[in-house]
């Protein structure tokens, strides 16, 4: 059975520091997606990864996905209070449960001055 | 339309009564998903729906919750005698095989009261 697992779950950093999100998937995947939720909002689509190897960069935030470590990472440079919010990672498994895509539990991040 | 809309944004309703809850994907994508999220909670599967495909319906809670989805396009969850435990945020989102990520609608804050 497919797990991911996020760490940290809760963050509390400073503005202008840098910190990341680390996503582990427990079997093989290469299609791994990066999602953000404001409070009370829907979730926006950050960054799609399909293959070994990608890295995605928008504003402040870079994505890397390593199928052979089965982790991808979320990279945050330069925090700014504006990217507050929960940041959820979610593993596309071929022929799994779940309609193949899997979740992790989200990592909340409150970037403080 | 352009992205994926959910009907309606808030619905309360009385426990017991029976609710439905509607996804519009966006056009031609043939994976739609449902998920329910509770405040401050991750997301939990519903079911999946692909193409002619019958429906992955292995997250459905109980017996009293049921989905549709009809001529591959507009999807229905339809929940029967509504507890209390049902109130949540429903979220539909579509897809075109993942490979350019999945599309989140606004989602349906259900009350039940």
């Known amino acids: 059975e497919l797990k991911v697992e996020q760490n940290p779950l809760f963050l509390s950093m400073q503005e202008g520091k840098n910190y990341t999100i680390y996503c582990n998937y427990s079997?093989?995947?290469?299609?791994l997606y990066w999602y953000r939720q404001d409070p009370g909002k829907s979730l926006e689509s950050l960054f799609v990864?399909?293959?070994?190897?990608a890295v995605k960069q928008e504003g402040r935030l870079m994505a890397s996905l390593d199928t052979k470590a089965r982790l991808s990472t979320l990279h945050i440079t330069a925090a700014v209070h504006d990217l507050s919010a929960t940041y959820f990672c979610?593993?596309?498994?071929?022929?799994?449960?779940?309609?193949?895509?899997?979740f992790g539990k989200g990592t909340k991040l409150s970037v403080k001055p | 339309g352009a992205g994926v809309s959910q009907s309606p944004s808030n619905k309360v309703t009385e426990k017991g009564k029976d609710v439905e809850l509607r996804c519009d994907p966006i056009?031609?994508?043939?994976?739609l998903y449902w998920y329910r999220q509770s405040l401050g909670q991750g997301l939990e599967f519903l079911i999946y729906?692909?193409?002619?495909?019958?429906?992955?319906k292995s997250g459905l809670p109980s017996d009293r919750f049921s989905a549709e989805r009809t001529g591959g396009s507009v999807s229905t969850l339809t929940i029967q005698r509504t507890q209390q435990e049902d109130s949540a945020v429903y979220l539909c989102?579509?897809?075109?095989?993942?490979?350019?990520?999945?599309?989140f609608g606004s989602g349906t804050r259900l009350t039940v009261v």
């Open positions: 056009s031609g994508h043939t994976a």
């Open positions: 989102a579509s897809s075109l095989q993942g490979l350019y990520g999945y599309t």
């Open positions: 079997t093989t995947s290469d299609r």
């Open positions: 990864l399909l293959s070994n190897g």
């Open positions: 979610a593993v596309y498994l071929y022929g799994g449960s779940q309609g193949n895509l899997i």
């Open positions: 729906f692909q193409g002619n495909s019958a429906p992955d």
